[in-house]
């Protein structure tokens, strides 16, 4: 009898074990690309996302629950071009899934078929630079998040077979969505056409170069270098000789900084943010990018 229970317990925490994994765990390490896999995935998928969308994603915390995470992981996405390089390696290691191992069809890096923009001549990681392989903000641009989205379907349907229609249906969805929304993004930022905007940090080469804008300026002297009294002097100067009008944060920089440039040059702080969640009502990809553009064409008005 003790030995039927026992089986009959074993029989049921099996059961239990195939219906907690019908769906495929997928774990994504930056908000974007889980906003995305949610759009491919829709409910075949449970996505977890390790940064939340107000966090540096240079420098997020590594939680020991992330190494359980991707432990039980069928699907990572990660963005490929060192944005995690200070914090995902290491709970890679720990996590001992060899599903995720790059090349496997678990496995899904963002940068795969991009062309990184602002390479650097050297190497200057050792400076500080956070930029070293090159500008790894490259999923704002929307025809990139395509690229990036048929990757996710790709992979869903190679490590869930039954549900690739799913995934490819959910795919050309929203491709279909951003290629309409291209235009109407378009026609907003068309009058700002070669017009200069300052930013805290180069996190928008990728999205100023979409919409034929440019955004050169920033508070920090080097990507993930503080800004210094010298070098805002000289920004200040800068946005004034030029008559700049908009300065981009992100929820995680320094806004007062921001805001003392502003008030000395007349220029106004733009909230931005890279990660759909980030800005009031921008849950989904396109909302994000629907308000990015609107905030910044108000701005430059
Ligand atoms: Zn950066």
Do not use: C
């Not at 896999?37 to 020991?64: L, N, Q, S």
């Amino acid at each position: 009898m003790k030995k039927l229970i026992h089986i009959l317990t074993l029989a049921l925490f099996a059961g239990a074990t195939v219906t907690a994994h019908a769906k495929l765990n997928v774990v994504t390490t930056l908000p974007d690309l889980g906003a995305l896999a949610r759009e491919i995935g829709g409910d075949k998928v449970d996505v977890t996302t390790m940064a939340k969308p107000t966090e540096d994603p240079h420098f997020v915390d590594a939680r020991p629950s992330f190494v359980v995470q991707l432990r039980n992981a069928d699907v990572l996405i990660d963005g490929g071009a060192e944005l995690e390089l200070g914090w995902l390696p290491p709970l890679l290691q720990n996590a001992r899934n060899p599903k995720l191992d790059v090349g496997k069809p678990g496995r899904v890096q963002a940068s795969q078929g991009v062309r990184l923009m602002n390479v650097p001549a050297n190497v200057t990681r050792a400076a500080g630079d956070v930029h070293a392989l090159g500008n790894p903000h490259f999923a704002i641009d929307p025809i990139i998040a395509k690229t990036i989205a048929q990757h996710i379907a790709q992979s869903f349907a190679a490590v869930d077979p039954p549900n690739a229609p799913a995934y490819d249906a959910n795919y050309k969805e929203l491709e279909a969505t951003i290629n309409a929304k291209l235009q109407e993004w378009g026609t907003a930022m068309l009058p700002f056409k070669g017009k200069h905007v300052v930013a805290y940090h180069d996190s928008w080469p990728y999205f100023a170069h979409r919409f034929g804008i440019e955004i050169d300026l920033f508070l920090e002297p080097k990507p993930g270098i503080p800004p210094s009294p010298s070098h805002l002097a000289e920004v200040i100067g800068q946005i004034k000789a030029q008559g700049l009008k908009a300065i981009i944060v992100e929820p995680f920089h320094d806004r007062k900084i921001a805001e003392k440039v502003a008030s000395s040059t007349g220029a106004k702080v733009v909230d931005f943010a890279q990660y759909p969640g980030a800005l009031p009502d921008t849950d989904s990809y396109v909302k994000l990018m629907d308000a990015l553009v609107s905030r910044l064409a108000a701005a430059m008005k």
